[in-house]
């Protein structure tokens, strides 16, 4: 049955649920607050140079090439090879040699910490192993039973009971990465090298199975852009509506209508691709109850977010093809972060308390500590596609993970731009002085983001770009098992997809759920699914003043089972 599916948000996740939509004949019509479509996969233009806003490369996992394929899209790609670096020490990850070159770049930098090191990397084999099961074979989301019989036959089939085995492990694995390595070594550098460009307490298996998922990275020919407009251009033609700058702001959730501004988007189904705080600020009208999970949406901390600039260089292609591969975690010094002499909140703090002439000093000083210990992952376009860039130069885009509220509190003080510019600085001289040597002179231009330009641009909370923190609780499904549950909200026909709905989470996790949401939604009958009538009953029940536990044989639903006008 043809149905009227409202999406909200552009990024991967909406992009992928909506072309699914779209090919089943739906009415679908997708809303996106910024300018631009992909959310954190795209690239942008600027003076004939072309840089990437979000992912650096693309993730397959048995995710991105199937449902492109099962889509009938063609995009050229060609391999993201991911260099790692400490100093002067540069390597390529490699799992086919059971990444020896990265035990080697770490023994040759912390040589009193060979056992620990050796102890780590028989994990690491061991977690990439468990990585190969859940990512090495083609989602069965993206199969079809007829035109892949044999394959569900052959491969899926005996691969069920191997991932059911493997999840199970998986889950033994949560500790937060910091902690899980402390039961090998001390040494605050060597933890700080394997960890600090992963978010705060992201889960031990997460972090040492990264290595595998190198491996497995791709770049799109024309920058990863050309997925994003791929998709767009499957979802124009088949019928699907793509309209920007259009923010949902009110969800009329009772009259099933979605509003931006005074315009109204009526709707049989609709799906959230983006920040369930802004989904739940907008909901209005309901007899749902929802304050519970409200409530704990709202108490979550989104996840790390990013300082980056975005620089082009009158250098070629070959300066950096000379030095890595093109995408590198690059680390300058051996002492990381954890040897600043105090954290954002302490340094927030003490700056708080010091005359606002010495404020300036202060935070330059702890700014270029930081830019000296932290770990920074690095791009250039042009070494993969030498389209990207004019010939002769080159895009260069570095990222390092950054303190939301530190930038917030910064902004708030009036010291964002001084911020901007001395973190700026920093990073091109301690870059100048190691990896990039020579390439400050050459630098003609470069701007910034920082946390604050995500969440205005995406309405992320806390600027995050990988969902929710993994300090705390977890507002949303984190067990994978259950992942096919993640899409689910209080409301009957409001679904939610993407980074946000399911953690840990990342590009291929953006995929999958919203290819689950679209199969749920292109499947409802009737007026009510049967998943959502345990929140009807709850909310009933609570407006009647009875317990859960108590049974209504004659439970009467004239309001709530009417049908869109």
Known sequence: MKKKIVVVGAGISGLTATAYLAKEGHEVTLLEKSESLGGLVGSFERDGF??????????????????????GIKIDVVPNIVDMGIKDDIISINPEHNYGSYKELLLSTYP?????????????????????VLYDIDNPLFLDPKKDSKYLMKEILPWMFKYTFTIGKIEKLKTPIKVYLQKFTQNNDLIDAISQHFFTDTPAFFALSYLKMHSDYYYPVGGTRSIVHALRDFITQHGGIIQLESEVTRIDESNQIAYHKDIAYPYDALLWCGDLNSMYRSIDNTKIDYKVTFDKIAKAKGNDSLYQMFLTVDLPKEYFKDKFSGHIFYMPKEKGLSTLDVNEKDLMDELSKIEPDKKKERLALWLIAFAKKTTYEISVPVVRDETLAPKGRAAVIISTLFN????????????????????????????????????????????????????????NTGGAITGWSFSGEIPVEH?????????????????????????????????????????????????????????????????KGLSNSTYLPNLNLPSLSHKPQ
């Not at 072309?50 to 889509?71: A, C, K, Y």
């Not at 509220?405 to 870059?431: C, V």
């Not at 939610?496 to 953006?510: A, D, I, K, L």
């Open 112 to 132: 009193d910490e060979k056992d620990a090191i050796e102890h780590i990397f028989d994990d690491i084999k061991r977690i990439s192993k468990y990585m190969e």
């Open 50 to 71: 072309i840089f990437d806003n979000g992912i650096r490369g693309v993730e397959n996992s048995g995710t991105l090439f199937p449902m492109l394929r099962q889509l």
């Open 404 to 459: 939301y509220d530190l930038a917030k509190w910064l902004l708030d003080e009036g010291l964002y731009n001084f911020y901007k510019k001395t973190l700026s600085d920093a990073i091109i001289n301690i870059l100048d002085d190691t990896l990039l040597k020579g390439w400050k002179e050459k630098i003609v231009s470069y701007f910034e983001a920082t946390p604050i330009t995500i969440e205005s641009r995406l309405n």
């Open 479 to 543: 067990r994978l098992w259950k992942i096919a549950g993640s899409v689910k909200t209080p409301f009957p026909r409001i679904f939610q997809s993407s980074q946000w709905s399911f953690s840990p989470s990342g590009f291929p996790t953006s995929i999958v759920t919203a290819k689950i949401a679209a199969n749920k939604i292109h499947r409802l009958k009737g007026w009510f699914p049967r998943i959502s009538l345990f929140y009807i009953k709850k909310s009933l029940l609570k407006e």
